[in-house]
């Protein structure tokens, strides 16, 4: 089994990847995970950047006494902090949902492991007009929501049966929460989606089927100016295998009001969203190339969901768009991972875009 050793040897350094990112101020802050710092120990990772590299601050957290962390969301708090949302390794192979809370320096204020171990944790967080915190995930394999006050005092807990996990979630008026989840996973196909909207005490008092038909599973939300919800992942047609980019505009209710679904010969699908004040959206996400690598692509759409322009990103390897923020001036900061160009084999990558989708700058961030 020498092989396989020199295998896991080579695996166990050297990838970087962002997961998610928010606009802070003029700046913007990245969430990911890094397994360089500490090598075969993955570790939550977080930069803060002004306008564009170099980042003020980065720092690496969890793994000194653990198996691993990964940090999977990322929410902008009063007063500049940052709350980071995912998971922890435990004993046994499994996870835990891990949260914590950073000041404007990414010092760690407070961190929590609410739930218990098994393959549970956080892939989603948000913060209400009181300062409290979400965040969503998925425990015992049913979606699991959790709210702290802001100092990390549990307010509630509530499982969500409808569906298998949380794949995003927004602050609403009034403390409420909107909910999207994916139930009804296949091995073979897509499943679907869930919206469900909670009261402040962590009730549901509603749900939307999407799609109303067929397959699909959308993996980001965003609130919209005017109280409205879009959302965007992935459609499959009925007898398809493959999938298309689709966009969901929703009322404040949850109502659909329209959706796109880009057809062609591409298979592509929407991993993050960002609103503009004008009601337009620009979506991040990937187009398969050759069936085998992916491109970084973004697409940017009106309020109606006219399509204004699309773009590919990243180079010959496999290139992956995770998370996009609109910033200040309205040009966007979008962040994942690339094995195209940087130092390592897989490498955090961040780039700004105009508003037009011209490429005004790009840095990776990684070690061999």
Same mark, same amino acid.
């Given at each position: 089994?020498?092989?396989?050793?020199?295998?896991?040897?080579e695996?166990?350094?050297?990838?970087?990847?962002?997961?998610?990112?928010?606009?802070?101020?003029?700046?913007?802050?990245?969430?990911?995970?890094?397994?360089?710092?500490?090598?075969?120990?993955?570790?939550?990772?977080?930069?803060?950047?002004?306008?564009?590299?170099?980042?003020?601050?980065e720092?690496?957290?969890?793994?000194?006494?653990?198996?691993?962390?990964?940090?999977?969301?990322?929410?902008?708090?009063?007063?500049?902090?940052?709350?980071?949302?995912?998971?922890?390794?435990?004993?046994?192979?499994?996870?835990?949902? +891990?949260?914590?809370?950073?000041? $404007?320096? !990414?010092?760690? @204020? *407070? =961190? /929590?492991?609410?739930?218990?171990?098994? %393959?549970?944790?956080?892939?989603?967080?948000?913060?209400?007009?009181?300062?409290?915190?979400v965040?969503?995930?998925?425990?015992?394999?049913?979606?699991?929501?959790?709210?702290?006050?802001?100092?990390?005092?549990?307010?509630?807990?509530v499982?969500?049966?409808?569906?298998?996990?949380?794949?995003?979630?927004?602050?609403?008026?009034?403390?409420?929460?909107?909910?999207?989840?994916?139930?009804?996973?296949?091995?073979?196909?897509?499943?679907?989606?869930?919206l469900?909207?909670?009261?402040?005490?962590?009730?549901?008092?509603?749900?939307?089927?999407?799609?109303?038909?067929?397959?699909?599973?959308?993996?980001?939300?965003?609130?919209?100016?005017?109280?409205?919800?879009?959302a965007?992942?992935?459609?499959?047609?009925?007898?398809?295998?493959?999938?298309?980019? +689709?966009?969901?505009?929703?009322? $404040?209710? !949850?109502?659909? @009001? *329209? =959706? /796109?679904?880009?057809?062609?010969?591409? %298979?592509?699908?929407?991993?993050?969203?960002?609103?503009?004040?004008?009601?337009?959206?620009?979506?991040?996400?990937?187009?398969?190339?050759?069936?085998?690598?992916?491109?970084?692509k973004?697409?940017?759409?009106?309020?109606?969901?006219?399509?204004?322009?699309?773009?590919?990103?990243?180079?010959?390897?496999?290139?992956?768009?995770?998370?996009?923020?609109?910033?200040?001036?309205?040009?966007?900061?979008?962040?994942?991972?690339?094995?195209?160009?940087?130092?390592?084999?897989?490498?955090?990558?961040?780039?700004?875009?105009?508003?037009?989708?011209?490429?005004l700058?790009?840095?990776?961030?990684?070690?061999?």
């Amino acid at each position: 089994m020498g092989w396989a050793r020199e295998v896991e040897r080579e695996n166990s350094t050297g990838h970087e990847s962002a997961e998610g990112v928010v606009a802070n101020g003029s700046g913007f802050s990245v969430v990911g995970y890094t397994n360089s710092r500490q090598p075969g120990v993955q570790q939550a990772w977080v930069l803060q950047f002004e306008k564009a590299p170099p980042p003020r601050w980065e720092h690496t957290y969890g793994g000194k006494g653990t198996l691993g962390t990964l940090g999977r969301a990322i929410a902008l708090m009063p007063g500049g902090r940052l709350a980071v949302a995912g998971a922890e390794g435990v004993a046994g192979g499994g996870f835990r949902g +891990w949260l914590f809370v950073l000041s $404007p320096e !990414g010092n760690v @204020l *407070w =961190e /929590r492991t609410p739930g218990h171990d098994g %393959v549970n944790g956080f892939h989603a967080v948000s913060v209400l007009e009181d300062g409290s915190i979400v965040a969503g995930g998925t425990q015992d394999g049913e979606g699991w929501v959790v709210r702290m006050d802001p100092r990390g005092q549990l307010l509630w807990d509530v499982k969500l049966p409808r569906i298998e996990r949380v794949t995003a979630l927004v602050a609403l008026p009034a403390q409420r929460v909107a909910v999207l989840g994916t139930s009804e996973s296949s091995t073979t196909g897509l499943g679907i989606s869930r919206l469900l909207l909670l009261e402040a005490d962590g009730r549901a008092t509603g749900e939307n089927r999407l799609p109303a038909e067929g397959r699909g599973e959308l993996a980001a939300l965003a609130l919209l100016p005017d109280g409205g919800l879009i959302a965007t992942g992935r459609l499959s047609r009925p007898g398809s295998t493959d999938w298309n980019l +689709w966009v969901v505009r929703m009322a $404040p209710r !949850g109502d659909t @009001l *329209w =959706e /796109r679904v880009l057809e062609g010969s591409d %298979v592509e699908a929407g991993r993050a969203i960002t609103p503009f004040p004008d009601g337009g959206m620009a979506v991040v996400g990937y187009s398969l190339k050759e069936l085998v690598d992916r491109e970084a692509k973004v697409w940017r759409f009106s309020a109606d969901g006219s399509l204004l322009w699309q773009q590919s990103y990243g180079g010959a390897g496999d290139d992956m768009g995770d998370g996009i923020a609109r910033l200040a001036d309205d040009s966007l900061a979008v962040v994942g991972s690339t094995t195209s160009q940087g130092a390592g084999k897989t490498d955090l990558w961040t780039f700004g875009l105009s508003s037009e989708g011209q490429l005004l700058w790009e840095q990776t961030f990684g070690s061999p």
